[in-house]
């Protein structure tokens, strides 16, 4: 076979860069997709499900009414402070 009628060889999809954590520059909070399988710290990789602290973040309204809540978590390792969309 010449090279002519060769068919081009197929490319492989450019693979898409994992998604970085976003910063909210006024709470200093990260926010990161949330993970199937275990929560596990951002910046440290910590997965202890006791040195995780979760808490209620009330800059993150869900619903109006009735009042709920979003959640926020903290690394007790590193003390990072985080959320989850």
């Known amino acids: 076979m010449s090279e002519e009628n060769k068919e081009p ?5 450019e693979e898409q860069p ?12 990260l926010t990161i997709e949330k993970a199937p ?3 596990k710290c951002p910046k440290c990789g910590n997965d202890n499900k006791n040195m995780i602290k979760e808490s ?12 709920v809540y979003g959640k926020k ?6 003390g990072t402070v985080w959320r989850e969309k």
Not at 9 to 13: I, L, M, N, Y
Not at 21 to 27: K, L, V
């Open 18 to 29: 994992d998604m970085q954590p976003e910063m909210d520059i006024s709470t200093g909070i």
């Open 56 to 67: 209620i973040d009330k800059e993150n309204i869900i619903m109006d009414y009735p009042r």
């Open 37 to 39: 399988g275990r929560r």
């Open 9 to 13: 060889e197929s490319e492989r999809p």
């Open 73 to 78: 978590y903290l690394c007790g390792e590193c």
